[in-house]
């Protein structure tokens, strides 16, 4: 304890001596500071902007209001608020090294901070597997897309987890130990060097959230894969079937996968797949032996590994460097680099607008029509001659 005390004295910081102090040693000066500055600026711009098209298409567009979108919209309020708050109040503190808004500020920006990533990364759990059961329970699904009072309960189990989770540490945290570790020009959770609660927490702000995401995203490629496989099969037999038919001999098959479809087969993937919130269904039954199938398998299973990657790459290296530099009290790992890692946190803000509500044909065409208004107005002369 007298060693720990020693350290805090002479270097600012409660690890070994030889260290210097954390932002001390970040402050920048002439070409670098002002790349920064700019990269900074850009993404807090790309953030803010983004996010902001969500949340605005989802308030002039009535057709978005439906259960699944509300998650897109609790994902982009947290990222937006990222944008708008938590880095603009970091970058002077980045920049110059020192906090200077005072304990009570610091205390309200790790809160914020760490209560809108997590509520991130928990809306992101929470659209995978709505996602998940739009394609395993899909009859069901839809017929609670009107029941947005579901939605709203989800969404504010999120916000509420994602407090509890760091919330209460952030501010009792100095209350139980009896004192703060903090100096007094630094901005940091009293736990940043408790490897132990920092090993419990990302159990469930990270590994169990990816793990999640991954099984919902893998589990729905393999739903499609095995439905379109059960479509190739039941082609096949109808085409064995056309020459009986054609002498006049019953088809059963005929009644439900010719090409004057009445209804498809129970289970099909037609019927389990056209949901508004994963995309376009899949074609017509007497086309699914059309030839750019596999490329349509391809493109899903792309786009559903961008989304566990990116999720992966933004928040990997930030959990396990923090547990491992809390473990060694600082001594192994260099500051910048956790300086990176948690960046990429704030990357992956920017990148969700474009990897979620992006890529749903309803949200493009929400965004066509605030971009490019003139593009879906209807000419005045067009009017007239259909009144005539």
């Not at 500071?33 to 600026?41: A, D, H, I, P, S």
């Not at 396990?320 to 990176?340: F, K, N, P, S, T």
Request: charge should be positive; charged fraction near 15%.
């Amino acid at each position: 304890m007298s060693e720990e005390h020693s350290d805090l004295n002479s270097t600012g910081y409660y690890f070994d001596s030889s260290s210097t102090r954390v932002q001390s040693s970040l402050v920048f000066s002439g070409p670098m500071f002002v790349l920064l500055m700019v990269m900074m600026v850009t993404l807090v711009v790309v953030i803010v902007l983004g996010n902001a098209l969500v949340i605005w298409a989802f308030k002039v567009d009535k057709s978005l209001r439906r259960q699944c979108n509300y998650y897109f919209l609790n994902l982009a309020i947290s990222d937006f608020l990222v944008g708008a708050f938590c880095i603009p109040v970091y970058i002077p503190y980045i920049l110059t090294g020192r906090w200077t808004l005072g304990r009570g500020l610091c205390k309200l920006w790790l809160v914020v901070d760490y209560l809108l990533c997590s509520a991130s990364v928990f809306s992101i759990v929470l659209i995978s597997y709505d996602r998940f059961l739009s394609v395993t329970r899909a009859v069901s699904y839809r017929a609670r897309q009107s029941m947005t009072h579901q939605a709203i309960i989800k969404m504010i189990a999120v916000w509420v987890l994602a407090f509890v989770l760091y919330g209460p540490a952030i501010i009792f945290w100095e209350l139980v130990v009896g004192k703060s570790r903090v100096p007094k020009e630094e901005c940091f959770a009293e736990f940043y060097y408790s490897w132990y609660f920092l090993l419990s927490a990302s159990m469930l702000e990270f590994f169990s959230p990816f793990i999640s995401v991954a099984f919902f995203n893998l589990s729905i490629y393999l739903s499609i894969r095995r439905r379109r496989q059960h479509h190739r099969e039941a082609q096949l037999q109808l085409q064995a079937n056309e020459p009986a038919s054609a002498h006049g001999e019953s088809n059963p098959l005929s009644q439900n996968w010719g090409f004057g479809i009445k209804r498809p087969l129970r289970g099909s993937f037609h019927s389990q797949t056209s949901s508004p919130c994963l995309g376009k269904p899949d074609p017509s039954p007497s086309r699914v032996a059309h030839p750019s199938r596999l490329s349509r398998d391809k493109k899903i299973a792309k786009s559903l590994a961008i989304i566990v990657c990116v999720f992966a790459i933004c928040w990997a290296p930030y959990t396990l460097l923090m547990i491992i530099r809390a473990a060694c009290r600082g001594r192994c790992i260099q500051h910048h680099w956790y300086e990176v890692t948690f960046w990429l946190l704030w990357l992956n803000s920017a990148i969700n607008p474009f990897l979620y509500p992006l890529c749903h044909s309803s949200f493009r065409r929400a965004f066509s029509k605030i971009l490019c208004p003139n593009r879906h107005t209807t000419p005045p002369s067009s009017v007239l001659r259909s009144g005539q």
